[in-house]
């Protein structure tokens, strides 16, 4: 269950001054003080807020602060601004009431910031989107802007608001904010040109110099120095806690949010630094020759970069300067103007521009913020206006802004005291009138339309001849000299005659909030507020957008002759505007406390509040607020509101209001203390029993939602039950009507199977008889065939037995053998003589026939092979044929022999030159020509011979000379010896007796053994006159040498030797060679 709260929990002195026991001055400001020291800085008198400023910033303003408000009662939770603004947007939201919030207080007491407060309240409780943040965003941020251009530091206020701002946020029915609208009260423009000791001029001056960048400044021809302006005061240029350069990127950052164009952003900035330009144009006088006073301007530059900045020509300004023309009806008339006027004229001209540029700004936010829709809208107004101020020196600005607050605490005054108190007389409720000081008369005294003080200065202005302050201040004397809140010394009132505080050119006022000395100096003027007619169009001639619009007066064609109306006029009409627009709405009063005059915190000083507590009329406040009744209401719609609590006014009824309302407390037994019945209103004491009323109604209203959401649900269930009912039957009938169509068509098929069947089986049936009657009739036909055919074959056997067997067996031999054939033709084998496959027999019976078959092929293919050789290519294979009868299997040589072909010249013995002589030594045509080596008796060496073969000799000769050494004739060759082995050895024997074998047989060996004994020994078979030449193969011969017979013996050499083959003479009689096992 939620915990309900009460202002009462933990509360420091009294939350609601109504509380207050007992009250008296000092107690109400010793409760101020407690609560201030505690850090409490709102107190409420009933529904009033009283906010005394802390002068730092305080941890209360936090989200969380905003949560703990939202939607809570006013007097649930301590005393706090929130609750305020809470209370107006609820009441604006759920009640249609249109709401004001009026803040009030002298300057320096935090108006500004509880407006800013206010609105970021509203700004977080209520709806949020994509739109309606940026309306927010827009309506919050044109604060900043509105605060450069209209607040300066005074010696009251860091940030005073030096115009009046009414801020009405329009928000739809769901209290999301639409937009809004800004109205802006008279901007103190006389701080332009000059602002008093202590002061500054408006912010936007010194934020635009300190924080624009350097090209910004360039581009505006400024320079970065206050001391070059003559418009910015330079003893508090630096206000501490301000940080201009900071304050200039967030205005410039708001003006973007807000809608401003970049270029409208440049043009206000041009603008601004033009009002700095045009303060430091200086005049100096000069005397024409007809006596009259000149003034001439000194030095033109800053005239020229103002021209430049605003697109005037110069020539037009300066002229401007120095001649005023009069128009009147037809007539014009210039008269030249003296130094003091061209200055007049020149403040004048800032002064203007400078706040007509702030209201255009205003426009321009308006434009910006206004509400879109254009449906009813519900409007809360926020009313922040400059506070009452009493300064030094007070002017004309001081007299305006002090008559603002005057009205506000007339309207105060109206609503909360007077009307409360009128009120409770006039529904004849019983009541004892509480004294309260009405400041109606000041009013009347300032705004009568007669006599009033703004009257009688339009008066003077309008008036013909010359006018002067002083003029001004006569008539005062005379007018007003009897009203009791006017003091004047020389009034007719000859009470001031001795008043040595009030000086001869002032005169005094006591307003609600003290007496106030205003000098009349300057009055006149401000109120003609006048911009000679040559400026404003020389203004209009600006080749600069903006600055046309500011002066539309000035446009040639639309000259007005006519005066516009006074400062005072317009103002005095703009606040009787304002007045009747709070007048329509619900107001809710914060006022502003200042607790000292030194801006410091922490610091009470009970005079100076005490002050304000008596002017602003706290105390009778809470006197009524004590005595009467928190609120109101007229029957009808407080029947209407809460007739629901009671059964017999439920829903309706039938009577009179009032009764209805009698009818309504009594059965909800409310303390009859606690509310009084008026005439036609009823009024209740207590916000406590309100409350109640309005715990029961929203009780009520929440069983009542039940009720419609229980009758709805309903409905909306039935409904929905009808509908699906309905849906249902549809889609039943939909079924059965698909189900019975495919029913239906199952059978149909079935009985197409059925008959399918049935049909089938019929007609087999009758297949099966026809098939029958039909093999019936065959079997009958080949019955007579096999009987005819017994028959036939019975007749004729005796013809054809005895010679069908041999008949069948010869052509089935027939068959074989063709198909024998045709098979070998089909897989011969190939043409090559060395190919020696050959299809496999495929009967017994043919082997003979398939084997000879197989030579008579062979021989064919080899004689096939041969006939393609050449004579040549003949020879040699009878040459090699030979080789292989002599040594194969004998000779390990020879293997390596085979695939060497037989060259017989190596040396080409004819053809060389060298062997010449050799060769013409030799008759016979060479057979064979090669070196060999003869092998040495005495050492088993070799020397290196040319060996020659001829039809008849062998020859050899020396290799190097070709000398020959030895020629024999072949006959007297008896035999060659050679080894089994891998060796080129080989032994001519001659025959014993032969002249050539004097020297003995020779011992030789050669690469081309195989090949010279081959043909060797071919010669010795093809000459008829030779015998059959011996060849002798053993590893162990004899060789004759002259006379010894040496033993040439053969062995397995050991492989130490190498590859080569070695022949070592062992002893006298034996020659050992060994021939390597790898050679072999
Ligand atoms: N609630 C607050 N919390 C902290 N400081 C505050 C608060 N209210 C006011 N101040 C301080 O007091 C200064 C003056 O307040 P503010 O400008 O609101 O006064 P004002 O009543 O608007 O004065 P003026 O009539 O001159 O415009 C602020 O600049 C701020 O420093
Ligand atoms: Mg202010």
Redesign the pocket.
């Known amino acids: 269950m939620e915990v309900k709260t009460s202002l009462l929990d933990n509360m420091i002195g009294v939350g609601d001054m109504v509380l207050l026991e007992p009250l008296s001055e000092d107690s109400f400001l010793d409760n101020l003080r407690k609560r201030f020291d505690h850090n409490e ?1 709102y107190t409420y008198i009933g529904s009033v807020v009283i ?1 005394i ?6 941890p209360i303003f936090t989200p969380d602060k905003v949560e703990e408000y939202r939607n809570r009662n006013f007097y649930e939770l301590s005393p706090h601004i929130y609750a305020l603004a809470d209370e107006a947007y609820r009441s604006l939201r759920d009640q249609d009431k249109d709401q004001c919030i009026l803040i009030t ?10 407006s800013k ?1 206010v609105m970021s309240y509203v700004a977080a409780v209520c709806g949020k989107g994509q739109e309606v943040n940026k309306v927010k965003e827009q309506l919050l941020q044109s604060n900043p802007v509105l605060e450069a251009f209209g ?1 300066a530091k ?1 010696v ?6 030096r115009f009046g701002k009414y801020m009405d946020i329009e928000f739809d029915f769901k209290g999301d904010p639409l937009g809004g609208v800004i109205s802006n009260y008279l901007l103190e423009k006389s701080r332009v040109v000059k602002q008093p000791r202590g002061e500054r001029n408006f912010h936007i001056f010194y934020q635009l110099l300190s924080g624009a960048s350097d090209d910004t400044l360039k581009k505006l021809k400024l320079e970065r120095d206050f001391s070059k302006y003559n418009y910015l005061s330079l003893d508090s240029a630096a206000v501490n806690g301000l940080d201009d350069a900071a304050n200039f990127r967030t205005v410039r950052n708001a003006m973007q949010i807000v809608g401003f164009m970049e270029d409208e952003m440049q043009s206000v900035l041009e603008l601004v630094a033009a009002v700095l330009k045009l303060g430091n144009i200086e005049f100096k006088p000069e005397s024409r020759c007809n006596g009259t006073d000149e003034s001439r301007i000194k030095d033109k530059n800053d005239l020229k970069e103002m021209c430049e900045l605003l697109g005037i020509e110069q020539s037009v300004l300066e002229r401007a300067f120095s001649y005023r023309t009069v128009e009147a009806k037809m007539e014009k008339v210039s008269t030249t103007l003296n130094v003091a006027q061209a200055y007049y004229a020149r403040d004048a001209l800032a002064k203007n521009l400078y706040s007509r540029l702030f209201s255009w700004l205003v426009t321009r936010i308006n434009e910006s913020i206004k509400a879109q829709a254009k449906t009813r809208h519900k409007v809360m107004g926020v009313l ?1 206006i ?2 009452f101020e009493i300064f030094e020196d007070n002017s004309f600005e001081q007299f305006i802004i002090n008559y603002c607050n005057e009205k506000l605490q007339q309207i105060f005054i109206e609503l909360t005291l007077r009307e409360e108190q009128e009120e409770y007389v006039r529904e004849g409720i019983e009541w004892t009138n509480i004294e309260y000081f009405n400041n109606a008369i000041i009013c009347d005294l300032i705004e009568n339309n007669q006599n009033g003080i703004l009257a009688m200065l339009d008066e003077e202005c309008l008036r013909p001849g010359t006018v002067t302050d002083e003029t001004f201040l006569d008539k005062l004397n005379t007018v007003c000299a009897e009203h009791q809140h006017f003091e004047s010394r020389l009034s007719k009132n000859s009470k001031f005659l001795t008043d040595h505080s009030l000086p001869h050119n002032c005169f005094r006022i006591q307003h609600y909030a003290g007496k106030v000395l205003y000098r009349v100096e300057g009055f006149v003027d401000k109120n003609n507020d006048l911009l000679y007619r040559d400026l404003s169009q020389a203004m209009y001639k600006a080749n600069h957008s903006l600055i046309k619009q500011l002066f539309p007066e000035g446009n040639p064609a639309k000259v007005n002759l006519k005066r516009p109306p006074t400062a005072g006029f317009q103002f005095r009409h703009s606040v009787g505007t304002l007045m009747k627009n709070l007048l329509t709405k619900n107001p809710n009063y914060i006022r ?1 406390i200042k607790p000292n005059d030194k ?1 410091a915190s922490h610091i009470f000083t009970d005079s100076l509040v005490r002050h304000q507590v008596r002017y602003l009329g706290l105390m009778e406040n809470v006197r009524v607020r004590r005595a009467g009744y928190a609120f109101r209401q007229p029957y009808e719609p407080c029947l209407e509101r809460y007739k629901m609590l009671c059964k017999r006014t439920w829903p309706h009824w039938r009577g009179p209001a009032r009764e209805g309302v009698e009818v309504l407390m009594t059965d909800l037994q409310v303390n009859p203390e606690e509310f009084s019945y008026g005439r036609s209103k009823i009024f209740i004491r207590n916000p406590r029993t309100l409350f109640f009323l309005e715990e029961r109604r929203k009780q009520c209203l929440e069983d009542l939602a039940t009720l419609i959401q229980k009758i709805y649900r309903g409905w909306k269930c039935r409904t929905h039950f009808l509908l699906l009912k309905q849906s249902q039957i549809t889609v039943a009938a939909w079924y059965r009507r698909y189900a019975q169509q495919k029913k239906y068509k199952r059978i149909k098929s079935a009985t197409t199977v059925v008959q399918s069947y049935t049909r089938g089986w019929q007609a087999r049936k009758l297949l099966r008889e026809l098939k029958y009657q039909k093999r019936c009739e065959e079997a009958v036909t080949t019955i007579a065939a096999y009987w005819h055919g017994t028959q036939v074959r019975r007749e004729y056997r005796k013809f054809f037995r005895a010679n069908a067997g041999k008949k069948i067996y010869d052509f089935v031999i027939q068959r074989i053998i063709q198909k024998y054939f045709l098979g070998l033709r089909s897989s011969m084998p190939s043409m090559s003589p060395i190919d020696s496959s050959w299809p496999s027999r495929p009967y017994l019976f043919l082997d003979q026939t398939h084997t000879e078959l197989r030579r008579i092929f062979h021989l064919w293919r080899c004689k096939k092979y041969r006939s393609q050789f050449t004579e040549e290519k003949r020879a040699v294979y009878e040459e090699k044929l030979e080789a292989s009868e002599i040594f194969k299997d004998k000779k390990a040589l020879y293997p390596s022999s085979v695939s060497q072909p037989f060259k017989g010249d190596y040396l080409e013995i004819t053809k060389n030159p060298k062997y010449q002589k050799l060769s013409n030594a030799v008759e016979e045509k060479v057979l064979l020509a090669d070196v060999v080596n003869k092998i040495n008796r005495a050492n088993g060496k070799g020397t290196a011979r040319i060996f020659l073969l001829t039809k008849k000799n062998v020859v050899l000769a020396d290799q190097k000379t070709g000398q020959v050494k030895a020629s024999v004739p072949l006959p007297d060759v008896s035999s060659v010896s050679v080894s089994t082995q891998s060796d080129g050895f080989f032994a001519l024997k001659l025959k014993e007796g032969a002249a050539s074998a004097v020297k003995g047989d020779f011992l030789l060996s050669s690469e081309h053994l195989i090949e010279i004994i081959t043909k060797l020994h071919r010669v010795g078979t093809t000459a008829a006159d030779m015998e059959q030449l011996n060849i002798d193969i053993s590893d162990e011969f004899l060789v004759q040498f002259k006379q010894d017979k040496v033993c040439v013996k053969f062995i397995q050499g050991a492989p130490k030797n190498g590859n080569s083959v070695s022949c070592k003479r062992k002893n006298n009689r034996l020659l050992e060679v060994s021939v390597p096992t790898t050679a072999a």
């Open positions: 800085i906010s400023n802390p002068y730092r910033s305080l207080g002298e300057s320096g007491a935090g108006k500004t910031e509880a407060l607040n005074t009251r206020n860091d940030n005073s608001s922040d400059y506070g502003c801006k």
